[in-house]
């Protein structure tokens, strides 16, 4: 299995402008989890799915951001529209939750900068 | 919600000595608790897990122990190398009902392995 794959590894973009991270879950994993990375805060989480239904949103910070998950292999996490605050390294974890040990494997990260 | 703490922030030992690394977590109904070890620009990776019905668990140079009445959990490497050398974070999070959840995480240990 090729593991969680994320794209672009790298976005730098300006304030104000939209930013779409993607994010594609180990094949037969039901969980998925959306996490954030920053020196000051350290790792949060931010939102995850199980079986693509969103089931605890409350990390999200603020309504710019928002997640979807249409379907088992694909996640979005979508900032609109991006503040510097927003620099981060942002995470995609997945995990199989039913008779698993909730094992989250991580993906690469997107490293975003917003200028 | 659930909190964790870990200390310390960073630790710094000589090659073939022992490290400890320890965590706090604030609510008692978590009940899973993995470690995740993280190097520079790379994902975080699981090292060992250890779920509140088990009190020690091992695994070759690495061990974690778990005091669910004090509400703490220790990793402890043994017999150190310079590629143990890398940010350590703790975690917590509860399983209910077989299924999964997010991980809350401490701030984080920079272990320094001193040749």
């Known amino acids: 299995d090729a593991g969680v794959i994320q794209s672009p590894r790298h976005e730098v973009t300006e304030m104000g402008q939209e930013v779409t991270l993607r994010c594609k879950p180990i094949s037969g994993h039901d969980y998925l989890f959306w996490y954030r990375q920053t020196m000051m805060r350290g790792l949060e989480l931010l939102i995850y799915f199980n079986n693509n239904v969103p089931i605890d949103d409350s990390g999200m910070p603020e309504d710019r951001f928002s997640a979807k998950m249409p379907n088992a292999s694909f996640s979005t996490l979508k900032i609109q529209p991006s503040e510097p605050r927003d620099s981060a390294v942002y995470f995609c974890?997945?995990?199989?939750?039913?008779?698993?040990?909730?094992?989250?494997?991580f993906g690469a990260g997107t490293r975003l900068s917003v200028l | 919600g659930e909190n964790v703490e870990q200390h310390p922030s960073t630790l710094s030992v000589q090659e073939g000595d022992s490290a400890v690394i320890k965590c706090t977590y604030s609510?008692?109904?978590?009940?899973?608790f993995p470690w995740y070890k993280q190097e520079l620009g790379k994902r975080p990776q699981l090292i060992i897990d250890?779920?509140?019905?088990?009190g020690e668990k091992k695994d070759q140079r690495i061990a974690v122990t778990l005091n669910k009445t004090a509400k703490h959990f220790s990793l402890h490497i043994t017999e150190t190398q310079p590629e143990d050398s890398a940010v350590y974070f703790c975690a917590a999070s509860m399983r209910s009902g077989g299924g999964a959840d997010g991980l809350t995480f401490g701030k984080g240990t920079h272990l320094i392995i001193q040749p």
């Open positions: 250890i779920r509140s019905n088990v």
């Open positions: 974890a997945s995990s199989r939750g039913r008779r698993g040990r909730n094992i989250q494997y």
């Open positions: 609510d008692s109904a978590s009940n899973y």
